[in-house]
């Protein structure tokens, strides 16, 4: 049985803390709100997150405001505002 847990966040968040966890994350944006599975999009761009300071540092990144290129390709409006 696979058990899904979700997270709604005002921003963008991927964590190694959070990683197989099986997470759906939700980020309110100004455009609406985005869904992604936390995993997926880790496995997809950790070469990329090991090479920023933050990551280095917190094993953390976030966006305040709006999902970056190319985590927004990973994710997928389900509410338009």
């Given at each position: ?5 979700s ?6 968040v991927?964590?190694?803390s959070?990683?197989?966890k ?6 309110k944006t100004?455009?609406g709100?985005?869904a ?7 496995d997809?761009h950790i070469?990329?997150l090991k090479?920023?300071?933050?990551w280095g540092?917190y094993?953390?990144?976030?966006k305040?405001?709006g999902i970056?290129?190319?985590?927004c390709?990973?994710c997928t409006?389900i509410?338009?505002?």
């Amino acid at each position: 049985m696979i058990i899904l847990m979700s997270i709604v966040k005002d921003y963008f968040v991927l964590s190694e803390s959070r990683y197989g966890k099986n997470l759906i994350m939700f980020c309110k944006t100004l455009d609406g709100v985005y869904a992604y599975n936390h995993d997926r999009v880790y496995d997809a761009h950790i070469k990329h997150l090991k090479t920023l300071d933050c990551w280095g540092k917190y094993k953390r990144y976030t966006k305040t405001f709006g999902i970056p290129h190319p985590f927004c390709l990973d994710c997928t409006l389900i509410s338009k505002t």
